[in-house]
T-cell receptor
Framework: AQSVTQLGSHVSVSEGALVLLRCNYS??????LFWYVQYPNQGLQLLLKYTSAATLVKGINGFEAEFKKSETSFHLTKPSAHMSDAAEYFCAVSDHRGGNQFYFGTGTSLTVIP | NAGVTQTPKFRVLKTGQSMTLLCAQD?????MYWYRQDPGMGLRLIHY???????AKGEVPDGYNVSRLKKQNFLLGLESAAPSQTSVYFCASSDPRGLGNTEAFFGQGTRLTVV
């Protein structure tokens, strides 16, 4: 079975500070992992994805994530937060060998303080 | 490109009323999904489909029905709405057959309130 745990439902950072959003997964197969961002009253937009190629994945808007199998983690980082990064972030894992279902974490709301 | 389109965007229902949410995708994807999003609970899968004419239950299927008569459309029905079904509903599609195309693409959501 697949599942995702996001530590911290709310994270606040100062503008220009490091952003770190945590995601741990559980998967019975080699996982495909994703980070999505949701702006208010909008749908989910893909930030980046890991599909068993490079363990360090770069995404849009300066975000990146590192797949660490030994820690079953896929934490999202950005070196310098911008006001426009304020949003809800979701980590997800897919069972790509089955019905390709996506399992989402409960989300982390990022606040950027000017 | 339209991608995934959901209609309506907003709806208010009275308890016991029925309605259908429509999802349409123009990417020729095989797989389609309906999720509901509630505060603090992330996205939970209601039903999904792996191809035209097929449907399957997800994590929270009770009170909902779905149909996939055409490949591009996935309908979510509420036969007798309850206040517990107040939520934001998202449709998504994917096609893992595509080279490198592994992610789900989402619509803009339908905000449903049941009073």
């Amino acid at each position: 079975a697949q599942s995702v745990t996001q530590l911290g439902s709310h994270v606040s950072v100062s503008e220009g500070a490091l952003v770190l959003l945590r995601c741990n997964y559980s998967s019975s197969v080699p996982p495909y992992l994703f980070w999505y961002v949701q702006y208010p009253n909008q749908g989910l937009q893909l930030l980046l994805k890991y599909t068993s190629a490079a363990t360090l994945v770069k995404g849009i808007n300066g975000f990146e994530a590192e797949f660490k199998k030994s820690e079953t983690s896929f934490h999202l980082t950005k070196p310098s937060a911008h006001m426009s990064d304020a949003a809800e972030y979701f980590c997800a894992v897919s069972d790509h060998r089955g019905g390709n279902q996506f399992y989402f974490g409960t989300g982390t709301s990022l606040t950027v303080i000017p | 490109n339209a991608g995934v389109t959901q209609t309506p965007k907003f709806r208010v229902l009275k308890t016991g009323q029925s309605m259908t949410l429509l999802c349409a995708q123009d990417m020729n994807h095989e797989y389609m999904y309906w999720y509901r999003q509630d505060p603090g609970m992330g996205l939970r899968l209601i039903h999904y489909s792996v191809g035209e004419g097929t449907t399957a239950k997800g994590e929270v299927p009770d009170g909902y029905n779905v149909s996939r008569l055409k490949k591009q459309n996935f309908l979510l029905g509420l036969e007798s709405a309850a206040p517990s079904q107040t939520s934001v509903y998202f449709c998504a599609s994917s096609d893992p057959r595509g080279l490198g195309n592994t992610e789900a693409f989402f619509g803009q959501g339908t905000r449903l309130t049941v009073v």
